[in-house]
Each structure stands twice: as structure tokens, then as C-alpha cells.
């Protein structure tokens, strides 16, 4: 169904940054035809929606460039601490058991409704398969996104080199029985693991309309092979999709490309030939001037992940220096249990203030413009999605909001865009439209029986239960060995702190 928006407020985000107080928006076949004052007025309704826009805002779907769904069932479970040590209670490295595809499609219908409920409308979600990927699990993957009527696009996070070999010191601190257990843990090799996205690629890339698609991730360069980072980086190349990688999100992170290869994995990547256009760059807490000068010279984007950088404590990252170099910058969640929640909105706000603590020079701390072009133009461009979404312009995709401004953040209003980006937490959204459709209307999501889902999940609790006490288990026997690792690696010098403290005296 064709749909007609009636004199709303618009905020367009596009080239021009244009702004109407009062203007129409014509939607056909998912696309935006016509937009502006009184465009309507001559047009005949037919069978369209008309939708009142008097007293509200439409702006560009929020684009969420950064989220790991295969955790999307841990909010709130985890203790807080270092990535290295979190990641043991969220991902054993010892798991060898696949989920069945109707887990896997709760677990990601769960995410999906979360977020369009809160006003994005598009997902870059960097899913793990844990052990390795399987046809039942990654197509359950993707029809929930199919039927949730998102748009998303998805990789295949995998690694493929044993656990000890992603960490500085761990190797020597581990015990003979642990070690051997870890080798025994199944591993794609990269012809495997090329085959499984070519596969995944044939099936799913550019399907629903092109409103679900596929990306290729090779989780962080230290967590697979040389030859496998170089593989992926031919699969991004010959299909033209982004490739995700996380880089230096740690200081532990800094001291292993130091220890395993004499130099920031930043300058590893760049020196391999994989850190082009096409390269996500997720993180990029603890780089440096040089580590920002290859990112701005290859034309990468850079994911900010604020929220779950202070959550587990990983530092802040250096964003008015990635801004000047003019690094493109997106925001993301990351995942449910390092923000407890799906809000983007909290995340932009998050971003809007933790670089306050980080440099004096209040020139330098983010503007409410370049927040909401981070939640918007510049995820679009971190998925090449750059010509498609991201603003409203005539010939986009029709993804957009409408926000009710006769609410309490809005109320006075004297800046429409400060108030998005910090009073604003999605509690006005009146309207989520991807692609042209109506998915969610007055905090109901169309096209997913809610109160059905939250039933089935609320079904899984013993089963979340048992194996949230099995993966504590597994955890707490590797933890003390991690731990050390972890405080070998942060007392060693790296040349730089990305930390608020410790504060002196």
C-alpha cells in the first residue's frame, strides 16, 4: 500500500541538512517519490494511506551498524568485566553445541522487535555461529529478520584458529588439559569457511527486496588465519559488501599486535591489503595518529560502540581525531547484554557525552548534528547502503519515523535536533516504516504476534537457566587464567590510555 504523510515536520538529513516545519511525503512501491510543501495537495489518494502528520516529525530510520544477535537471550545475566574475561561467560571457548532453528528465530525475532519498536529500521548484525555455522541455525537467522520486516544485513562472525591463539601470554599460562581441550573444539578451515558464504550469499543476499542482504565479517584479524583474513577479503571484493572486522576495541588487544606481529593490527590489516572502502572497522578504541591515518587514506568506516565500551570497560575511543582525519563514523549497540537493551537512542546520547570526560578543549566534543549523522548517514555508508537509506530524499528507500512531538522530551522544544539526540530516549515514536510498509504503529509491531513471542521466550527459562549455570562453570574454570593474562597485558606500556582513570590522588 502506497502511503501519503500530510503536513509533518521533517527533518530530511540529507546532503543539504534540509529542514521543513511543514511539508508532505509521497511513498510508492517503497520509495520515496515526492517530498516537500503541499506535494500532496494535487495528488489523488487512491487506495494510499493517508497519515496526519500535524504535530509530528519525520525523520530517517535509525541504522543500528553494529550488533551480535546470537546473545540476544542475555540481558541482564552477565557480571560486568574486561571483554577478555566477559566473553568466557557470554561464548564459552569450549562450546561444541549447535541451537535448533526454532531458538535461533525466537532469539532473533526478539532483537528484531526490540529495535524497530525503538525506531531502527535498519540492522548490521555480525552473527557468530557457535561452534561453526549450520544451514538450520543461519537460515532461521535470516527468516526471522525476513518475516520482522526490518532491513538487515548479516554476516557469518567466525573464527578459525584455537582459542589460546587469540590472546597475548595465554598459551604459556594455561594448563596441558585445558589446551588440548581447546584443540578439540571443531574449526572451518577458509575453504570451508568461504564455502559457507558463498552459500549463505547464493541464498540470501539481496532477497525480500533487497531489504535483507549479506556481509562478510572475520570476527577481529588475530581470530582467524592470514590466509582466511585475505580469502574474506576477496568474497567482500567480488560481491561489493562490507567487511567487519573489530580492531583494537582493548588494551590487550594493542599489546597482542605488538607481541605477535611488531605492530598495530590496524597497520597489520592495512599491510595485508585488506583495510580498503569496504572495511568496517569496529571499535577503534586504542589506535593512534598513525593506526587513524591508514583508516582515513583507506576510506573505511569506523563503528562507536559507546555504551558497551564503558560497560566492559574497554576505554573511549578517539573521536574527534578519527572526525578530523574524516573517518566516517556510525553508532552501534553491539550486543543485548553490553547495553542490557536495544536503545539506540541511549547509545547516541551515550556518544553525545562520554568524550566530554576525555578532553578538556569543549570545542572538540560532539555535536547533536554529528550525532544524529552517525545514527543515520554514516550507517548507511558503513554498509554501503549510502544511495538507499540513511536520509529522505526523493528516490531513497521509504525508511523513516514519525514522532510524536507532543511529548515530554519535546516539551518546550527550542532545538529539534539537541532534543532528539538527549532528551529523546524512542518513548515518542508513533510510527516505524521500512521499505515502504508500516511495521510498527502506536508501540505495536504489525507483523510479529509480541505477546506470542514473549510467551515462547518466557518457555525457554529453564532451559536459559541451565545453560547460563553451565556456561558459569566452564567460565569460572578458565577465568583465573584469563585474569592473569588480562593484568599482564594492561600493565604493559603502550604509548597511550583510552581510560578516564585510575584518578589521581
Avoid at 539481496?206 to 582467524?224: E, F, K, L, M
Avoid at 611488531?262 to 572495511?279: A, N
Wanted: hydrophobic fraction near 40%; charged fraction near 25%; include cysteine.
Amino acid at each position: 500500500m502506497d502511503i501519503i504523510i500530510r503536513n509533518a515536520r521533517i527533518l530530511t538529513m540529507d546532503q543539504n541538512d534540509t529542514e521543513y516545519d511543514r511539508a508532505d511525503i509521497l511513498i510508492a512501491n517503497g520509495i520515496i517519490e515526492k517530498i516537500g510543501p503541499d506535494v500532496a495537495a494535487s495528488v489523488e489518494p487512491g487506495n494510499a494511506r493517508i497519515i496526519d502528520g500535524e504535530g509530528k516529525l519525520v525523520m530517517p530510520g535509525l541504522i543500528n551498524a553494529h550488533f551480535h544477535s546470537p546473545v540476544n537471550f542475555l540481558k541482564g545475566a552477565l557480571v560486568d568485566a574486561p571483554l577478555e574475561l566477559y566473553m568466557l561467560y557470554e561464548v564459552p571457548p569450549l562450546q561444541c553445541k549447535t541451537v535448533d532453528s526454532e531458538f535461533a528465530y525466537a532469539r532473533t525475532m526478539l532483537g528484531a522487535v526490540e529495535l524497530l519498536k525503538q525506531g531502527v529500521t535498519t540492522n548490521h548484525d555480525d552473527c557468530f555461529f557457535v561452534p561453526v555455522p549450520t544451514d538450520e541455525e543461519v537460515n532461521a537467522v535470516m527468516n526471522a529478520y525476513t518475516d520482522a520486516g526490518i532491513r538487515a544485513s548479516v554476516t557469518l562472525c567466525q573464527v578459525n584458529v584455537r582459542e589460546y591463539e587469540k590472546y597475548p601470554f595465554l598459551y604459556e599460562l594455561l594448563p596441558d588439559d585445558i589446551r588440548s581441550e581447546m584443540e578439540n573444539v571443531p574449526l572451518l578451515s577458509t575453504e570451508e569457511l568461504v564455502g559457507h558464504y558463498e552459500t549463505f550469499i547464493n541464498r540470501w543476499h539481496g532477497t525480500a527486496d533487497n531489504r535483507i542482504r549479506c556481509s562478510i565479517s572475520c570476527s577481529a584479524p588475530q581470530r582467524v588465519t592470514p590466509d582466511c583474513l585475505r580469502a574474506l577479503d576477496d568474497l567482500s571484493r567480488k560481491y561489493d559488501i562490507p567487511y567487519k572486522m573489530h580492531i583494537l576495541e582493548t588494551k590487550l588487544q594493542r599489546v597482542l599486535g605488538q607481541v605477535k606481529h611488531g605492530k598495530s593490527f590496524i597497520q597489520y590489516v592495512k599491510d595485508e591489503g585488506v583495510l580498503t572502502d569496504r572495511s568496517v572497522v569496529i571499535h577503534s578504541v586504542w589506535v593512534d595518529d598513525d593506526d587513524i591515518a591508514a583508516m582515513a587514506e583507506s576510506g573505511c568506516s569506523v563503528i562507536h560502540n559507546p555504551i558497551s565500551n564503558l560497560k566492559i570497560g574497554s576505554g573511549v575511543m578517539p573521536f574527534r581525531r578519527l572526525k578530523e582525519a574524516g573517518i566516517n563514523i556510525a553508532l552501534g549497540i553491539d550486543e543485548v547484554p553490553v547495553d542490557d537493551g536495544c536503545n539506540l537512542w541511549t547509545v547516541g546520547k551515550t556518544a553525545g557525552l562520554v568524550h566530554k570526560i576525555a578532553d578538556p578543549e569543549y570545542r572538540n566534543w560532539p555535536h547533536e548534528d554529528e550525532i544524529l549523522d552517525m545514527l543515520t548517514r554514516g550507517g548507511a555508508r558503513s554498509m554501503g547502503l549510502q544511495d538507499q537509506v540513511g536520509m529522505l530524499a526523493e528516490g531513497y528507500r521509504a525508511d523513516m519515523l514519525l514522532i510524536d512531538l507532543d511529548t515530554l522530551p519535546f516539551t518546550p522544544l527550542h532545538n529539534l535536533k539537541r532534543a532528539l539526540v538527549f532528551c529523546e530516549n524512542g518513548g515518542s515514536l508513533k510510527m516505524t516504516i521500512v521499505d515502504g510498509r508500516i511495521v510498527v504503529e502506536d508501540g505495536e509491531v504489525l507483523n510479529v504476534d509480541e505477546a506470542a513471542l514473549r510467551a515462547q521466550i518466557r518457555g525457554y527459562a529453564s532451559r536459559l537457566k541451565t545453560e547460563l549455570e553451565q556456561m558459569t562453570v566452564s567460565a569460572d574454570r578458565l577465568a583465573p587464567y584469563y585474569r592473569e593474562m588480562y593484568l599482564k597485558a594492561v600493565s604493559c606500556d603502550v604509548g597511550m590510555n583510552r581510560w578516564a582513570g585510575p584518578m589521581m590522588p
